[in-house]
């Protein structure tokens, strides 16, 4: 099978988005303690955690509004994945809910002693806000580089797993066509077969 995972800036991105398996329901980050498993694996500070989350009141507690946040951003940047996969547009909710969620988790230019730049998340954001603005920094870097448009989500409904099109023309549509393509074109088949007279 060939490797669909994305590159260095766009991993987060694509670990994020695959936590929810579609065909079974299954939640990584709502599963007891997923939430903060997912945010120290990747690289969440210690500090970070439980700090400049937002209140507790009047939408429950803090746990609960940053899985409701992650997932929201989740279903937001798998949306854009589709997108790219069928070569459409965002819908304008989902540019909206990302807007939101971007403008929490503020990023800095930091210059290193080498005079080189790079995108990080602002000093003293809460942990969700911290890998958000981590996600924003690895978005940016692949627009830059062209390989944004390549992080897709897979076409067939039961998957949308989020793979990295890594195909010469750009146009793969399905996570594995050994799997998910095979099942769409035998679908496509047996849809004509019955057609025919």
Not at 50 to 55: I, L, R
């Amino acid at each position: 099978m060939t490797d669909r995972t994305a590159p260095d800036a766009l991993l987060l991105v694509q670990a994020l988005v695959n936590t929810l398996d579609v065909e079974t329901g299954e939640d990584e980050l709502a599963a007891e303690g997923g939430t903060a498993a997912f945010l120290r694996a990747h690289g969440v500070p210690e500090s970070a955690l439980g700090q400049g989350e937002p209140p507790a009141a009047p939408d429950g507690p803090r746990e609960l509004r940053g899985l409701r946040d992650l997932q929201e951003l989740r279903e937001a940047l798998r949306a854009v994945c589709t997108a790219h996969t069928a070569r459409s547009e965002v819908a304008a909710d989902t540019s909206r809910t990302l807007d939101r969620l971007l403008a929490g988790a503020p990023l800095v230019l930091a210059v290193g002693a080498d005079g080189g730049a790079a995108l990080r998340p602002a000093a003293a954001l809460g942990a969700v806000a911290h890998l958000t603005a981590r996600i924003a920094a690895g978005i940016a870097t692949a627009a830059a580089d062209g390989t944004w448009a390549r992080l897709k989500a897979c076409e067939a409904h039961d998957c949308r797993w989020v793979f990295y099109d890594k195909s010469p023309a750009g146009r793969s549509r399905w996570c594995s066509m050994a799997v998910c393509g095979s099942r769409a074109k035998m679908r496509t088949y047996r849809a004509r077969r019955a057609e025919a007279p």
